[in-house]
């Protein structure tokens, strides 16, 4: 039992790490920290990543009892194989490394824009005074918290990540896929807030994509051989 909770774990975490360091939301978590206070903006950022997480490992659970674990696993091997061969496409077919960062970062600024419109810069400081007046459950409730989660779960649906997670929960330990996601989107959401864009302009997408791409083939291979072995 351990043991299979620690190959999760380790399985769910290094995949988790590549696919979110230089993902959408890693890129709109950073861009959002420089613009909002960083509190919120990790806590509604990582939030809805561990709502996915945890929901994404339920579907993978229920998958081997409404259809045969055989062919989860069939399923499991086909889309780790697929993932990995699709992210070594984009490396090699993609044009320019920042072409997400600048993609995520034009549509914030124009959400941006129009959220400005009809406002006034002399309200700024009643609304900062405002904030620092309100509870605690009162600034999760926040337009700012609400606006990270909905960005983070929305842009992560459907994603290469979460169905790489319901794969993976259908052929590991669910609990240890779980920990090992939380622990995974925790680090990089928290890098991506505190390091805002500077450090999301010095990654290099190529080499995560590269690194990401390989570790799903092996992922991949390793699957197909438990099914051939005696």
């Not at 061969?85 to 549509?107: C, I, M, R």
């Not at 824009?113 to 002399?122: A, I, W």
């Not at 690194?211 to 799903?216: I, K, T």
Request: with cysteine; glycine share 10%; charged share 20%.
């Amino acid at each position: 039992m351990a043991t299979s909770v620690i190959q999760g774990f380790t399985k769910s975490l290094a995949m988790t790490v590549l696919s979110e360091i230089g993902d959408k939301t890693f890129f709109a978590a950073a861009i959002m920290a420089m613009r909002h206070p960083r509190r919120l903006v990790l806590s509604g950022c990582l939030s809805a990543l561990i709502v996915m997480t945890i929901l994404s490992a339920l579907v993978g659970w229920a998958a081997p009892n409404l259809i045969s674990r055989k062919l989860t696993h069939h399923v499991t091997t086909l889309l780790f194989l697929g993932f990995g061969l699709w992210s070594l496409w984009d490396v090699f077919n993609n044009g320019g490394e920042s072409e997400e960062l600048a993609e995520v970062e034009a549509k914030l600024d124009a959400d941006l824009k129009s959220n400005k419109k009809g406002s006034k810069d002399g309200n700024k400081v009643d609304d900062e005074v405002k904030k620092h007046n309100r509870s605690i459950l009162l600034q999760f409730l926040s337009p700012i918290y609400l606006k990270a989660f909905s960005i983070t779960f929305f842009g992560e649906w459907g994603d290469k990540s979460q169905l790489a997670t319901i794969g993976l929960a259908a052929d590991e330990d669910p609990l240890g896929v779980v920990l090992g996601g939380i622990l995974g989107q925790a680090l990089c959401t928290t890098a991506a807030v505190l390091g805002g864009r500077s450090l999301a302009s010095q990654i290099s997408e190529k080499i995560v994509a590269l690194s990401g791409g390989v570790l799903f083939i092996v992922f991949g291979i390793q699957s197909f051989l438990s099914t051939v072995e005696p």
